[in-house]
């Protein structure tokens, strides 16, 4: 079992308001992201790099494996919270809209899954990963409000202040199999 758990938020996404949020793809400015990232996680090797399934997610595991040399799997479980597709708001609207996810845990706020099924279904694809690493960290690129939900559940922090927090390509640290939250690192401009 690995010592660190290293939940990374993707890289900047281009927002497409015909599709929803899950569908987004990288653009020029997600992608040299990922590389400058991936500098970032060379100190955490020897280390295992899994991601969410959504596009956005997927590709910036896909640079920064390229970047380290090393392979990467898709897992299903990391996916975002499900949210439908939504217009293009204004940041402090988005924080307004999304902060009922964190208050109010069990009922689904924006679409299908509340706040506490989707922190359930992040903690359970973790479990079985960390349980499959032999090598000293588990890198997992995934989305900002199920890492804020998970590191939250374990430790005594706000949950929408370390979502409001986590900019893309930001990441936390956590020792494992405490899951204590060792620290917070910016995302890269």
């Not at 040299?32 to 020897?46: D, G, I, V, W, Y």
């Not at 069990?106 to 992040?122: C, Y």
Request: aromatic share 6%; proline share 8%.
């Amino acid at each position: 079992m690995p010592t660190t758990l290293v939940l990374v938020k993707h890289a900047q996404p281009v927002p497409d308001p015909s599709k929803p949020a899950k569908e987004w793809l990288l653009g020029a400015k997600g992608e040299s992201q990922s590389k400058r990232l991936a500098r970032r996680l060379e100190a955490f090797t020897p280390l295992r790099l899994i991601a969410s399934p959504e596009p956005k997610a997927s590709a910036t595991a896909r640079l920064v494996a390229a970047e380290l040399g090393v392979p990467v799997s898709q897992v299903e479980g990391l996916h975002e919270f499900d949210r439908p597709l939504l217009p293009l708001v204004s940041k402090a609207e988005h924080e307004r809209q999304n902060a009922p996810i964190f208050l109010y845990l069990d009922r689904p706020v924006l679409g299908k899954e509340s706040g506490r099924v989707a922190r359930d279904r992040f903690s359970a694809a973790l479990a079985a990963e960390l349980e499959r690493t032999a090598e000293r960290s588990l890198v997992v690129i995934a989305h900002g409000t199920v890492i804020s939900l998970f590191v939250a559940a374990y430790n005594q922090i706000d949950a929408f202040g370390l979502w409001k927090e986590l900019e893309c390509s930001s990441f936390v640290v956590l020792d494992v199999p405490s899951l204590v939250l060792r620290e917070v690192v910016a995302g890269a401009p």
